[in-house]
């Protein structure tokens, strides 16, 4: 198991990140492979939403 997830392994998995984790955490996978940040799912599923960010 590598852990950083790989913009193949998100496309092949949309459906299925939008349907269990909401489109929110699809926008920061897709956000985070746009900017070529290496970083794993857990880290991206994770965060706060952003209206809990700035309370």
Known sequence: MRGV???RE???NLG????????AC???CLW???RGR????LE?????EPS???R
């Open 5 to 7: 997830i790989t913009g």
């Open 10 to 12: 998100v496309l092949e």
């Open 16 to 23: 299925l990140i939008y349907r269990e984790f909401g489109a």
């Open 26 to 28: 699809l926008m920061r």
């Open 32 to 34: 985070a492979l746009v």
């Open 38 to 41: 290496s970083t794993t799912f």
């Open 44 to 48: 991206v599923a994770c965060q706060p």
């Open 52 to 54: 809990d960010r700035y």
